[in-house]
């Protein structure tokens, strides 16, 4: 079975035996470990994703469709026109892409051969609040392959707004910018954008998959024995799920989940909340809990993970100050924030949604979701803060956007003063 995975089949034997004894020396574990990233990073599949004021979609074929705010060249068309409806990069020709990472005037695409391309804002640094950059970088507004990462298979990237992040086939971790110890802890300056191995505690550990929020990074580890949770970076508000405030220069496991025998099996980093999905289709959330993003009620924060009350999970999605969970039989729960286009009259007084709700607009549609993504950054377009929109993929390929519009994120134009869309089809085939 692991012979007809692309990426193991691309290995040198070497490579593959050094797999195995990573695995315990069981080529079973070794399949299992390929097929967690395929899932929870959707792997040659079609996905969508929602960054701040612009959308990218890969399709199972492997093409890539922008569309949105495009001031940086972040929609990797060539130009820094804002598109108001879904464009092929044709530049990708011949180049399957499996994977793809948005970010604040940012965006990597993953190709099937393990290379990163990028586009958009020239550096992997950070942005002030206002999106400034940190640096006198330009933009890049043509996929460009990612030099410094040559000879590092990557399975997956992610952007946090502070730095981005790549796993690369052999379950290792590197981080660009925001190093010293009390961050990342490759000790950098905070403008390196070289890629740095984060190592210590993961040092024999395979990482599956990456999560980055503003200013932390989760990493779902396989181990023989069952997964676990590290997380590393800025605790405040509790969001590195470690009983405390504290920030983590290297990655520290998240002991709650052993303690109380909860398999994680996928992760979500928010901004400023994080999401783990367990074996047995439970959610549970940390870390901020502002517009009752953490779906408990209340708006306190949380240091622990802690259960939602929810029918049972597949997938989880957690954005700027909102979550969605798409359940067994296809439908979309959310709590937090509610997002604009949600005028569902679940709410309570002040806007928020406290505790996990049914998003009957999209039930109303009778299709079954797979997979869903809500901006889980901010960014400032023509001196505007954007609002944040909402991506979904059903099982049969079409792909629905609501929320804030402005700038062409949701693949139409909107009409003169209008900002948001309730769901509905975008026109665009991702089979």
Known sequence: MCQERAMFKLMEAEEKEWLKQRCGGSWKLVLGYILVGEKNYRRGKSQVIAGPGCSIVVTTKGGVYSFGANSWGQLGLGDTEHKFKPCLIRSLQGIRITQAAVGSRRTMLVSDTGSVYKFGHSTFGPFDYYGTAATNEVSCPNPQLVESLKGIFVVQASIGGFFSAVLSREGRVYTFSWGHPDRLGHGTEIADVEPRLLSGPLEDVLVAQIAAGNCYLLMLAYQP?????????????????????????????????????????????????????????????????????????????MTLPTAVETMKAVHVSTGYYTTFVITHN????????????????????????????????????????????????????????????????????????????????LGVKLAEGKEAMPPFQVALDLI
Not at 255 to 261: A, D, G, L, S, W
Not at 331 to 354: R, W
Request: proline share 2%; aromatic share 10%.
């Open 225 to 301: 024995n069952g997964m676990s949770v590290y997380s590393m970076g800025c605790g405040l508000g509790g969001k590195l799920g470690h009983g405390n405030t504290r920030n983590e220069g290297t990655p520290l496991q998240i002991e709650h989940f052993q303690t109380f025998n909860i398999r994680p099996m996928s992760i979500s980093a928010g901004a400023f909340h994080a999401a783990v999905l367990s074996s047995d289709g439970r959610v549970f959330t940390w870390g901020w809990g502002v517009h009752g993003c953490l779906g408990r009620g209340a708006e306190e924060y």
């Open 330 to 409: 296809g439908e979309v729960y959310t709590f937090g924030q509610k997002g604009l286009g949600l005028q569902d009259g679940e709410d309570d007084e002040s806007g928020d949604i406290l505790a996990p709700k049914l998003v009957t607009s999209l039930a109303g549609l009778e299709e079954r979701f797979v997979q869903i993504s809500s901006t889980n950054a901010g960014d400032w377009v023509d001196d505007k803060l954007v609002y944040s929109h909402t991506v979904a993929l059903t099982n049969s390929g079409k792909m629905y956007a609501f929320g804030g519009g402005s700038k062409g994120q």
